[in-house]
T-cell receptor
Framework: AQKITQTQPGMFVQEKEAVTLDCTYD???????LFWYKQPSSGEMIFLIY??????QNATEGRYSLNFQKARKSANLVISASQLGDSAMYFC??????????????FGAGTRLFVKA | GAGVSQSPSNKVTEKGKDVELRCDPI?????LYWYRQSLGQGLEFLIY????????KSGLPSDRFSAERTGGSVSTLTIQRTQQEDSAVYLC????????????FGPGTRLTVT
């Protein structure tokens, strides 16, 4: 069964510093997609970044980058130059393709990030 | 354009009653998902629609849960004979296509079963 593991329930980072949020996954499917979402206290889920299993390069989106290590099955999120507004819950997710032609997404338990001024 | 909308935003119901939660996806999005998020937890996949059909219902917790989608648009998640453990935020998401497209989430419906 597919699985997403986020081992850091909570993380603290000083404003303007970089932080890495860990994510490991387990799948036997050669084709999959990895996502990171941000969930502020308001509750909405905000898409941050996507990495496909066949992508050769690590994905980057502004201050977000995904450190994709396929052999180790890890997809860590790196946030550079942290801002106070980055304080939120962060979820790693994996898209699993189904035999029916569709797909579903499974989420990790999340990491709560606290940015200190 | 308009994002994914869900109604109601909050629902308080008594144990044993039935509830219907509605999701209105972004126009043109063919795929629609329902998730459940219990307090302080991650998202639990419930069901996925491609058009009006649901290829994967494996995430539905019990036969008290059902969902339908009509016209390739609005979806309704129905919970019959609600239990206290059904209390959670129910999130809906839609996506334009398969694979690499990001999911756009609605604001969720907070269900409280008393």
């Amino acid at each position: 069964a597919q699985k997403i593991t986020q081992t850091q329930p909570g993380m603290f980072v000083q404003e303007k510093e970089a932080v890495t949020l860990d994510c490991t996954y387990d799948t036997s499917d050669p084709s999959y997609g990895l996502f990171w979402y941000k969930q502020p206290s308001s509750g909405e889920m905000i898409f941050l970044i996507y990495q496909g299993s066949y992508d050769q390069q690590n994905a980057t989106e502004g201050r977000y980058s995904l450190n994709f290590q396929k052999a180790r099955k890890s997809a860590n999120l790196v946030i550079s130059a942290s801002q106070l507004g980055d304080s939120a819950m962060y979820f790693c997710a994996m898209r699993e393709f189904l035999n029916t032609g569709g797909f579903k997404t499974i989420f990790g338990a999340g990491t709560r990030l606290f940015v200190k001024a | 354009g308009a994002g994914v909308s869900q109604s109601p935003s909050n629902k308080v119901t008594e144990k044993g009653k039935d509830v219907e939660l509605r999701c209105d996806p972004i126009s043109g999005h063919t795929a629609l998902y329902w998730y459940r998020q219990s307090l302080g937890q991650g998202l639990e996949f419930l069901i996925y629609f491609q058009g009006n059909s649901a290829p994967d219902k494996s995430g539905l917790p019990s036969d008290r849960f059902s969902a339908e989608r009509t016209g390739g648009s609005v979806s309704t998640l129905t919970i019959q004979r609600t239990q206290q453990e059904d209390s959670a935020v129910y999130l809906c998401a839609s996506t334009y296509g398969g694979g690499t497209y990001e999911q756009y989430f609605g604001p969720g419906t907070r269900l409280t079963v008393t």
